[in-house]
Nanobody, 117 residues
């Protein structure tokens, strides 16, 4: 059974920082593109950032310059450092694993991030 387990969410004040982590198994990590998505109440899920197995990254314009995605290939984990957080960053953040050969997506359960004073 594929599992992606997120951690690190919580409540933070505007301007603060959070680090999200996602632990998974080698089978859905090593060759897959890893990423983070988020879904705010009443909105569609949107892409935040992705990183390929070779380390190429992509960021949504809304977070570019404030977030850094990284992966630890030895630990099968992917992280998202978020800085200068804004209230509009409030959402449930989901870890994603995407296999470009099978076009299969795998999702974590999500972790809540709330930015509020």
């Amino acid at each position: 059974q594929v599992q992606l387990v997120e951690s690190g969410g919580g409540l933070v004040q505007p301007g603060g920082s959070l680090r999200l982590s996602c632990a998974t198994s080698r089978s859905v990590f090593s060759d897959n593109r890893m990423g983070w998505y988020r879904q705010a109440p009443g909105k569609q899920r949107e892409l935040v950032a992705t990183i390929t197995r070779d380390g190429a990254t992509y960021y949504a314009s809304s977070v570019k310059g404030r977030c850094t995605i990284s992966r630890d290939n030895a630990k099968n984990t992917v992280n998202l450092e978020m800085n200068s957080l804004k209230p509009e960053d409030t959402a449930v953040y989901y870890c994603n694993s995407f296999n470009t050969w099978t076009m299969s997506h795998y999702w974590g359960q999500g972790t809540q991030v709330t930015v509020s004073s």
